[in-house]
């Protein structure tokens, strides 16, 4: 079955500085690879995902992530960070299609990114 | 934009009630799906829906069914509401069956059970 780890229940780190969210999944076979952000008292939106050929994505906001196939990575990026971007994050894995009927995606527990002046 | 609309933000209920979340998408997408959310333990699916009147048990399916009569409508039902069914519920769309298509979600509804 496949599961996702993101191993940081909670970061903070001042407005203008780097970010890096932690993402390790387990699967069979290499997964489609989602980040989505939550802000508070929101849904879930689309950040950037990962399907196939370059493993370095770029998302909105700013954001990029870079999928490492031998480290089963997919850890989320931003150079400086904004105080708009404390919410929480949640990466996501789910089986490429073919597997009709059965196409549900597998979340990770969350990251809250607590932004400090 | 996709619109994924869920009928309540907040809603308090009794333990025994039977109770109705409602989830609207003005998209035509074919899937839609609810999940719960906890701290701590992210969001889990409750159930899915790939066409009208066709649903999948996702993984915790136990004390909820669903109904799917129109396209853009999913239903989730609490037969009889208990306590440890407090809970963010959120219900999300996606254009075609195939995880190629990210998934649009709404709002989200917190729900007490008293």
């Known amino acids: 079955a496949q599961s996702v780890t993101q191993p940081d229940i909670h970061i903070t780190v001042s407005e203008g500085a780097s970010l890096e969210l932690r993402c390790n999944y387990s699967y069979g076979a290499t997964p489609y690879l989602f980040w989505y952000v939550q802000s508070p008292g929101q849904g879930l939106q689309l950040l950037l995902k990962y399907f196939s050929g370059d493993t370095l994505v770029q998302g909105i906001k700013g954001f990029e992530a870079e999928f490492k196939r031998s480290q089963s990575s997919f850890n989320l990026r931003k150079p400086s960070v904004h105080w708009s971007d404390a919410a929480e994050y949640f990466c996501a894995v789910a089986p490429r299609p073919g597997y009709f009927g059965n196409e549900k995606l597998t979340f990770g527990t969350g990251t809250r990114l607590t932004i400090i002046p | 934009d996709v619109k994924v609309t869920q009928s309540s933000r907040y809603l308090v209920k009794r333990t025994g009630e039977k109770v109705f979340l409602e989830c609207v998408q003005d998209?035509?997408?074919?899937?839609m799906f609810w999940y719960r959310q906890d701290p701590g333990l992210g969001l889990r699916l409750i159930y899915f829906?790939?066409?009208?009147?066709?649903?999948e048990k996702g993984d915790i399916p136990e004390g909820y069914s669903v109904s799917r009569e129109k396209k853009e409508r999913f239903s989730l039902i609490l037969e009889s509401a208990s306590t440890n069914q407090t809970s963010m519920y959120l219900c999300?769309?996606?254009?075609?069956?195939?995880?190629?298509?990210?998934?649009?979600f709404g709002d989200g509804t917190r729900l007490s059970i008293l």
């Open positions: 999300a769309s996606s254009l075609f069956p195939g995880t190629d298509h990210p998934q649009h």
């Open positions: 829906s790939y066409d009208v009147k066709m649903k």
């Open positions: 998209m035509d997408h074919e899937n």
